[in-house]
């Protein structure tokens, strides 16, 4: 058995290659302070390895563990039937073509008793998982919940300097009418958001698909 460092989160995927994904996870948790360990854990290639690392978690010193995967996904749910660790869940897009629908399904829908706490598809869910790890341990760990309390003001901060920078931004165009199917005062209008430009033409529709094309 390889030997493993004491940190109170892990993070597991059903493949090397969902790491794409969940780096944002372990670098956000890396912001809190924690080092996670790290495992590739197929829970249908290798269920019986998947077992025994959730059986064994509580008694390595883990607290949380973040499972995602893609396609059927039976990972978050394989290991919260072997712990009574919480388990988060992280649902991936594996470009199957279903927009990782399949893997929300298969880590949401758990049955009764076995709960697993699944956040969003990619990497906003695998950012929010670290986050959401965090908050749990804050329950039990006060620097942690100095951590975390820090952490929501500097989001705070960030939506004040976003809203005055939509102020700023919509000063721009304060001379035009926004309303549904209503025409834009003006026939041709250029935006510039962040690195993206988008030229508006023609009615409210066209108006405000440009803003959220060039806003995403």
């Known amino acids: ?32 302070g924690i080092e996670p360990v790290v495992r590739i854990i197929s829970a249908h290639r290798t269920p019986e390895i998947a077992a025994e690392f959730a059986q064994n978690a509580a008694n390595r010193g883990i607290k949380v563990i973040i499972a995602a995967a893609g396609m059927a996904a039976h990972l978050a749910g394989a290991m919260a039937a072997k712990t009574t660790l919480p388990i988060i869940g992280v649902p991936l897009d594996s470009g199957c073509g279903l927009g990782g629908l399949d893997a929300l399904l298969s880590t949401l829908q758990m049955p009764p008793g076995v709960p697993v706490a699944t956040v969003a ?11 959401l790890a965090v908050q749990i341990l804050a329950l039990a760990d006060g620097e942690f919940a100095e951590k975390i309390a820090d952490f929501k003001k500097a989001q705070e901060k960030k939506a004040d300097y976003d809203k005055k920078e939509e102020i700023a931004w919509g000063s721009q165009i304060r001379s035009y009418t926004l309303h549904p199917y209503q025409m834009v005062k003006d026939h041709r209008i250029g935006l510039e958001v962040g690195n993206v430009n988008a030229v508006l033409d023609g009615d409210i529709d066209s108006f405000i698909e440009g803003v959220l094309l060039a806003s995403d």
Do not use: H
Request: glycine content about 10%; charged content about 25%.
């Open 1 to 32: 058995m390889v030997s493993e460092k004491t940190t109170p989160v892990a993070v597991v995927m059903g493949s090397d290659s969902d790491f794409k994904v969940m780096k944002s996870c372990v670098k956000q948790l890396g912001d809190f």
């Open 121 to 131: 598809i990619g990497k906003a869910g695998a950012k929010n998982a670290a986050v």
